[in-house]
């Protein structure tokens, strides 16, 4: 049986990949940091877990880094709309799990001295075992 963590990183990468208004604004969905991209582009990152299961189902927290990465203006933010649309998907089948709530928990944006910028959401799914 494949992680919770696993699970919802793998569906988010699908969902992801799979819309295509976020298509048309960035130049990728990478699963981690890729080694070159042109920016701006999506990363699906860090998924750190915890027990949120029930007295007779198997439950885990997870918290899900998806990060907008750009250089430049950050104005537009279509791309960051986008995912925010693609978060309210995350909830159904992943995998052998059930992600029965998802919600954007916290937001972070920053900026880099070569005019790079970052573009931080941190997702919360809640999933139930089968």
Do not use: Q
């Not at 049986?1 to 960035?26: H, K, P, T």
């Not at 001295?113 to 959401?121: P, Q, S, V």
């Amino acid at each position: 049986m494949m992680s919770a963590e696993g699970a919802v990183r793998a569906r988010a990468l699908e969902l992801l990949a799979n819309d295509a208004a976020l298509a048309a604004v960035v130049h990728g969905i990478f699963d981690g940091t890729p080694p070159r991209a042109n920016t701006p582009y999506v990363t699906v990152g860090a998924a750190e877990g915890s027990d949120w299961g029930t007295k007779d189902r198997a439950g885990r927290e997870v918290r899900l880094t998806l990060t907008l990465v750009g250089v430049g203006s950050a104005a537009d933010d279509r791309a960051a709309a986008r995912i925010e649309a693609v978060v309210a998907k995350l909830r159904g089948a992943a995998g052998s799990w059930s992600v029965v709530a998802a919600r954007t928990i916290k937001t972070r944006f920053g900026l880099a001295r070569d005019g790079g910028w970052r573009h931080e959401i941190i997702v919360r799914c809640r999933c139930l075992a089968g």
